[in-house]
């Protein structure tokens, strides 16, 4: 009951923020359709929307990327001719107006991977001053059976008492001439 008041309320404010030319449930209106300006859709788009993203795995958006003005206009009825009269700066002109960047100015690396190695270098260090500081200042001493002597007595007190004598680490002493086996 809570959650169909919650969701009628919700329903109710997102009408409330649609343009009142919009039909209320339409996808178009909630999507991109009212943001596009007076750009041409030329396309279906990136899943049916109508929107501009400059994107290598889907190089056709749906929207051209500026709005049509007098020069733009010109030169796309210039364009509908032979393309032979076109100059360079005119065809570049075209393709930037349907376009914001060209494939291989997608493809270009932005850098950002040495931010995130930057990031990842000074969460490494806090996290290394940490566990010294810990060391210093929180852990106790190491008990006195991290010794070696404690450690070569308790090792033979293994071997004596003939612990795992199959398979574990008394398995390798050779009880007859009192040394490891090979």
């Not at 291989?104 to 500081?133: D, S, Y």
Request: proline share 3%.
């Amino acid at each position: 009951m809570a959650l169909r008041l919650i969701n009628s309320a919700l329903r109710r404010q997102l009408a409330a923020q649609l343009p009142h030319n919009a039909q209320v449930g339409s996808v178009a209106s909630v999507h991109t359709l009212d943001k596009i300006g007076k750009r041409e859709v030329v396309g279906f788009g990136w899943n049916g929307t109508a929107c501009y993203a400059d994107r290598v795995d889907y190089p056709m958006p749906a929207v051209r990327f500026r709005e049509a003005n007098n020069e733009i206009t010109a030169l796309r009825t210039k364009e509908q001719g032979d393309w032979k009269k076109l100059s360079p700066q005119e065809i570049k002109a075209l393709y930037r107006a349907s376009f914001c960047q060209t494939i291989a100015e997608v493809q270009a690396g932005t850098g950002e991977w040495k931010m995130h190695l930057g990031i990842g270098l000074i969460f490494t260090a806090a996290a290394i001053w940490i566990a010294v500081l810990m060391n210093l200042f929180v852990y106790d001493e190491l008990p006195v059976t991290f010794d070696e002597e404690h450690q070569k007595a308790q090792l033979k007190r293994m071997i004596d008492l003939e612990v795992n004598p199959v398979t574990g680490l008394t398995s390798k002493w050779d009880y007859e001439n009192n040394k490891w086996k090979n």
